[in-house]
């Protein structure tokens, strides 16, 4: 960091296993990629080439090789796992994954039916040669997982392979583990936490206040995805307290009480 400054929480160093950021690249240019490295490679630890994106991006080698350069793991979306295994290209993926020599990779069924002995029989095929994420939810919001069920899929796909579970919450933040207005389900993710460890979950929060919910329950560490490259430098400063949200979440209580007896003595003089 620039500077010194007391009461930051400790975040951990690269290559990190919790507290891992997930940038979405949905098309940056050439030009873009190197200017994001430039500011916010630091804070970054993989970025998903978003959906289908990889297929139609130009220049993807060398953007791979960039992300690769700067200590950052790209992945391809889940969505694109699942275009291929739609059409009956599972081993065809492979060697696109050995092709761009990517050694992550994700596997979801947000948006077809795969049966979950077979999801889980594919990422123990996957994690014998590369680290795997696997994701659980639906990109359709009508379709709705019980929290049981949500867990018994964590723990099983953990239990194949997988490094982290991806919380479903889709690119816009409204589907999955949030509510259509973007606000958290409390119980659904209660209920999960308490049988599944923070740190294997990675939570798909898009959305500023989404962030700052899970901020504010697991912490500094806490593993967040699908942000947007502008917004990497705004959640550090979230993750640290050092934006309003969450400015008081790491300092001692007695300088905010401190600060809210000079507060009230203001009120008073201005009487």
């Known amino acids: 960091m620039n500077f010194k400054l007391s009461y930051i929480p400790k975040r951990s160093e690269k290559?990190?296993?919790?507290?891992?950021?997930?940038?979405?690249?949905?098309?940056?240019?050439?030009?873009?990629?190197?200017?994001f490295i430039e500011?916010?490679?630091?804070?970054?630890?993989?970025?998903?080439?978003?959906?289908g994106t990889s297929y139609v991006t130009q220049n993807l080698k060398k953007k791979?090789?960039?992300?690769?350069?700067?200590g950052i793991r790209p992945y391809f979306g889940g969505t694109l796992f699942e275009a291929f295994y739609a059409r009956g290209k599972f081993d065809e993926y492979i060697k696109v994954l050995n092709q761009y020599d990517l050694d992550l990779a994700e596997i979801s069924d947000g948006s077809i039916i795969i049966p979950h002995d077979i999801k889980c029989e594919l990422?123990?095929?996957?994690s014998k040669d590369r680290t795997v994420m696997s994701e659980v939810?639906?990109?359709?919001?009508?379709?709705?997982?019980?929290?049981?069920k949500w867990i018994r899929m964590m723990q099983s796909e953990l239990q194949a392979g997988s490094w982290k579970v991806i919380a479903e919450g889709r690119e816009s933040g409204n589907v999955g583990v949030f509510r259509p207005n973007g606000t958290a389900h409390t119980l659904l993710i209660?209920?999960?936490?308490?049988?599944?460890?923070?740190?294997?979950?990675?939570?798909?929060a898009p959305q500023k206040n989404q962030q700052v919910w899970f901020i504010k329950l697991f912490g500094a560490e806490v593993n967040l995805g699908n942000i947007a490259p502008n917004d990497m430098i705004p959640l550090e400063c979230l993750r640290l307290g050092l934006r309003g949200d969450t400015f008081f979440e790491y300092l001692p209580k007695k300088v905010?009480?401190?600060l809210k007896q000079t507060n009230d003595g203001d009120v008073e003089d201005d009487e």
């Open 15 to 35: 290559p990190r296993k919790q507290g891992v950021t997930m940038m979405m690249d949905k098309g940056l240019s050439i030009r873009e990629t190197e200017d």
């Open 39 to 51: 500011s916010s490679g630091h804070l970054t630890d993989i970025i998903k080439f978003g959906f």
């Open 64 to 70: 791979i090789e960039l992300y690769k350069q700067a």
């Open 123 to 126: 990422i123990e095929k996957m």
């Open 137 to 148: 939810g639906s990109k359709d919001s009508g379709i709705l997982i019980s929290p049981a």
């Open 190 to 204: 209660n209920r999960i936490i308490a049988k599944v460890a923070p740190e294997d979950i990675l939570w798909e």
């Open 256 to 258: 905010e009480e401190r």
